[in-house]
């Protein structure tokens, strides 16, 4: 079974780059992070046209979340207990199901804006949240397989960053994010690193300043799995090749790469 993870940035600009993706990388399921659309604006006839079926919540042309499976959609939730909201108009970051027997959540994390802005208290709120219902989760069944997926909007260590010294009085590298994130991890194993390792071995590059060509991105997608999860998994992988401009004509990439993963 193949489970990835893919910040789409627009799935109604990108959906014929995300459907010949999914082809040629024999995805089984696919959770993806800012649609950008709402639910009756989602293209889901060219994921049917490919066996798969689609859960999407989305309210507004910011965040939205989905995910396509071809093993079967199950016990869908829009949003997890407890999960606080900015603003009930624009937010749709979070969606779970049941897809060939594992729990997918695909999470799009608050970006948090500044430091210095309520959104960044947030964004730490947000991933309390997570943290207190994902811990209530296993709880109530050790074994049961679950992935939290998606754009964390984190880098967990210095070397996730091509130069943590730009980034020093920014979000996504902060102590309180990284502790967050550290305390999800310290019960949901990331299981991309371990076939990912080093610097470099990035997921996002900024459009601006020719980010992706300078090798000078961030690692801030990432699939962290449950006890039972983790134990299945064989190999992953980041298909940075996706972030790659098109032929002449065709659409932009997203400036995220999907990120797989493979289970046995």
């Given at each position: 079974?193949?489970?990835?993870?893919?910040?789409?940035?627009?799935?109604?600009?990108?959906?014929?780059?995300?459907?010949?993706?999914?082809?040629?990388?024999?995805?089984?399921?696919?959770?993806?992070?800012?649609?950008?659309?709402?639910?009756?604006?989602?293209?889901?006839?060219?994921?049917?046209?490919?066996?798969?079926?689609?859960?999407?919540?989305?309210?507004?042309?910011?965040?939205?979340?989905?995910?396509?499976?071809?093993?079967?959609?199950?016990?869908?939730?829009?949003?997890?207990?407890?999960?606080?909201?900015?603003?009930?108009?624009?937010?749709?970051?979070?969606?779970?199901?049941?897809?060939?027997?594992?729990?997918?959540?695909?999470?799009?994390?608050?970006?948090?804006?500044?430091?210095?802005?309520?959104?960044?208290?947030?964004?730490?709120?947000?991933?309390?949240?997570?943290?207190?219902?994902?811990?209530?989760?296993?709880?109530?069944?050790?074994?049961?397989?679950?992935?939290?997926?998606?754009?964390?909007?984190?880098?967990?260590?210095?070397?996730?960053?091509?130069?943590?010294?730009?980034?020093?009085?920014?979000?996504?590298?902060?102590?309180r994010e990284r502790s967050a994130f550290r305390a999800i991890e310290s019960r949901f194993a990331d299981v991309v690193r371990p076939f990912t390792p080093g610097p470099g071995t990035y997921t996002?590059?900024?459009?601006?300043?020719?980010?992706?060509?300078?090798?000078?991105?961030?690692?801030?997608?990432?699939?962290?799995?449950?006890?039972?999860?983790?134990?299945?998994?064989?190999?992953?992988?980041?298909?940075?090749?996706?972030?790659?401009?098109?032929?002449?004509?065709?659409?932009?990439?997203?400036?995220?790469?999907?990120?797989?993963?493979?289970?046995?």
């Amino acid at each position: 079974m193949r489970i990835a993870t893919w910040n789409v940035n627009s799935i109604r600009s990108r959906i014929d780059r995300v459907t010949d993706w999914l082809q040629r990388a024999d995805v089984d399921v696919l959770a993806m992070q800012e649609t950008k659309c709402k639910d009756d604006q989602f293209p889901t006839m060219p994921f049917a046209a490919l066996g798969y079926e689609v859960v999407h919540t989305g309210v507004s042309q910011w965040n939205g979340v989905a995910i396509a499976s071809r093993v079967g959609i199950d016990d869908v939730a829009v949003g997890f207990d407890g999960q606080p909201m900015w603003d009930e108009a624009s937010e749709a970051r979070a969606l779970g199901a049941t897809c060939g027997g594992v729990r997918v959540w695909s999470l799009y994390v608050p970006n948090g804006r500044t430091v210095d802005s309520p959104h960044y208290d947030y964004k730490l709120e947000w991933l309390a949240a997570l943290d207190r219902t994902a811990s209530g989760w296993l709880a109530d069944d050790p074994e049961l397989p679950i992935a939290l997926v998606g754009d964390w909007n984190i880098a967990p260590i210095d070397e996730d960053v091509w130069d943590v010294e730009v980034f020093a009085h920014s979000t996504h590298v902060t102590e309180r994010e990284r502790s967050a994130f550290r305390a999800i991890e310290s019960r949901f194993a990331d299981v991309v690193r371990p076939f990912t390792p080093g610097p470099g071995t990035y997921t996002y590059w900024d459009y601006t300043q020719l980010r992706f060509p300078k090798r000078q991105g961030m690692r801030i997608d990432f699939v962290l799995g449950s006890p039972a999860l983790a134990a299945r998994v064989t190999h992953a992988e980041i298909a940075r090749d996706e972030r790659k401009p098109g032929k002449k004509g065709t659409p932009a990439p997203s400036d995220h790469a999907p990120v797989v993963v493979d289970l046995d």
